[in-house]
């Protein structure tokens, strides 16, 4: 295995972890913790009764990082309860996006993963009623100036990020997937309606083909990479997962249409396929081809993309990785605003100072 390779090589094949020294398990180790799959790691040996084979030094590490996913699965589970009480006279229903989605649904990519935050999804004309129930429940902004507030509250798809005030979890409350000032606009109100009930209560998730959509949006039109190896880990979980649906494929392509999403859906499969040996139907790949951009913008974002979706450690960059993650995160402003907005809203946060959170 290639060192700047060798994360990826793990997750396409964890078998051939049997054969790394003490030296390959701390590149490994370092890899996948910078890029939050150490608990994935962990999660994919013991599936194949794999984790007695690895030295004493490195198991510690995963047992560790698979105890602490552990206990996020138990505070999101705790806080998504808070939130239902919280919204419980509102009259809306709650519906959970990517992790605790993932995790309130029973679905692969919650096995292993930590999470930063809770995201919501809610009609924009309720808002302020959801906005209002959840402060008298102890959460609030995290960003005061006014600058901060008009721009989430004018332009973007959702409140600022509200901090509970003794728990200091984050929620994300939205009322659509992509800003409203993007170039893409998928209709929230068809998400809304397809959402898929979780038990009697006001609880929800995005239907299966719309779930991948989001999960692909959030990954290709966000300029933050971080974790840009993990959630294309998602998408791949989710794809092997819903493959086994009767007619997805047919419905993710025909949806993605009907959502203006088919450019996501193409670099969903394109890398997920390309990256993790993600098993797509040649009929899918040749459908989803209506989202494929021109030659040389596919050849850029291959450079781009190919570098951005490595986990973030000095030993996976090259000299192309700094300037790929910049052209990436100048893309993603690019494709949620206009111009002049892109231009006014860059120049401030250049000269002023964030807000402390």
Same mark, same amino acid.
């Given at each position: 295995?290639?060192?700047?390779?060798?994360?990826?090589? @793990?997750?396409?094949?964890?078998?051939?972890?049997?054969?790394?020294?003490?030296?390959?398990? /701390?590149?490994?180790?370092?890899?996948?913790?910078?890029?939050?799959?150490?608990?994935?790691?962990?999660?994919?040996?013991?599936?194949?009764?794999?984790? $007695?084979?690895?030295? @004493?030094?490195?198991?510690?590490?995963?047992?560790?990082?698979?105890?602490?996913?552990?206990?996020?699965?138990?505070?999101?589970?705790?806080?998504?309860?808070?939130?239902?009480?919280?919204?419980?006279?509102?009259?809306?229903?709650?519906?959970?996006?990517?992790?605790?989605?993932?995790?309130?649904?029973?679905?692969?990519?919650?096995?292993?993963?930590?999470?930063?935050?809770?995201?919501?999804?809610?009609?924009?004309?309720?808002?302020?009623?959801?906005?209002?129930?959840?402060?008298?429940?102890?959460?609030? @902004?995290?960003?005061?100036?006014?600058?901060?507030?008009?721009?989430?509250?004018?332009?973007?798809?959702?409140?600022?990020?509200?901090?509970?005030?003794?728990?200091?979890?984050?929620?994300?409350?939205?009322?659509?997937?992509?800003?409203?000032?993007?170039?893409?606009?998928?209709?929230?109100?068809?998400?809304?309606?397809?959402?898929?009930?979780?038990?009697?209560?006001?609880?929800? %998730?995005?239907?299966?083909?719309?779930?991948?959509?989001? $999960? @692909?949006?959030?990954?290709?039109?966000?300029?933050?990479?971080?974790?840009?190896?993990?959630?294309? %880990?998602?998408?791949?979980?989710?794809?092997?997962?819903?493959?086994?649906?009767?007619?997805?494929?047919?419905?993710?392509? $025909?949806?993605?249409?009907?959502?203006?999403?088919?450019?996501?859906?193409?670099?969903?499969?394109?890398?997920? $396929?390309?990256?993790? /040996?993600?098993? %797509?139907?040649?009929?899918?790949?040749?459908?989803?081809?209506?989202?494929?951009?021109?030659?040389?913008?596919?050849?850029?974002?291959?450079?781009?993309?190919?570098?951005?979706?490595?986990?973030?450690?000095?030993?996976?960059?090259?000299?192309?990785?700094?300037?790929?993650?910049?052209?990436?995160?100048?893309?993603?402003?690019?494709?949620?605003?206009?111009?002049?907005?892109?231009?006014?809203?860059?120049?401030?946060?250049?000269?002023?100072?964030?807000?402390?959170?």
């Amino acid at each position: 295995m290639s060192v700047e390779d060798l994360l990826v090589d @793990a997750l396409r094949r964890p078998e051939a972890l049997a054969s790394l020294d003490l030296r390959g398990w /701390d590149q490994l180790i370092r890899q996948a913790r910078s890029a939050n799959l150490l608990g994935r790691i962990c999660v994919l040996l013991e599936a194949r009764d794999l984790i $007695s084979r690895v030295p @004493a030094p490195a198991r510690h590490h995963l047992e560790s990082a698979r105890t602490v996913a552990a206990r996020h699965v138990n505070a999101v589970r705790w806080e998504v309860r808070c939130i239902q009480e919280a919204l419980s006279d509102v009259g809306v229903s709650i519906i959970l996006l990517k992790g605790a989605a993932y995790l309130m649904a029973g679905l692969p990519p919650a096995a292993g993963r930590l999470f930063s935050d809770i995201d919501i999804l809610v009609p924009k004309d309720r808002l302020p009623t959801v906005e209002a129930a959840l402060m008298l429940h102890g959460w609030g @902004a995290r960003h005061h100036s006014p600058y901060d507030q008009r721009y989430y509250r004018t332009w973007m798809h959702e409140l600022p990020p509200m901090r509970h005030v003794t728990r200091l979890s984050v929620l994300d409350v939205h009322h659509a997937i992509l800003p409203e000032t993007s170039r893409l606009r998928p209709d929230p109100i068809m998400l809304r309606e397809a959402a898929h009930p979780l038990g009697d209560g006001n609880l929800m %998730v995005l239907a299966p083909a719309d779930m991948v959509l989001h $999960s @692909a949006v959030h990954l290709f039109h966000d300029g933050e990479f971080s974790s840009a190896l993990r959630d294309l %880990v998602d998408l791949d979980l989710l794809l092997r997962n819903f493959t086994n649906l009767p007619g997805f494929w047919d419905e993710v392509v $025909s949806r993605a249409g009907s959502l203006h999403l088919s450019r996501p859906l193409f670099y969903a499969l394109r890398y997920t $396929s390309m990256i993790l /040996d993600t098993p %797509v139907p040649a009929k899918t790949v040749v459908e989803a081809n209506i989202g494929r951009p021109p030659r040389g913008v596919l050849q850029l974002m291959d450079i781009l993309l190919l570098r951005g979706l490595r986990p973030r450690h000095t030993m996976c960059d090259d000299w192309l990785t700094a300037p790929s993650l910049g052209a990436l995160y100048i893309r993603a402003h690019w494709l949620r605003m206009p111009p002049l907005l892109l231009a006014r809203h860059l120049l401030h946060k250049a000269f002023t100072r964030e807000d402390a959170a």
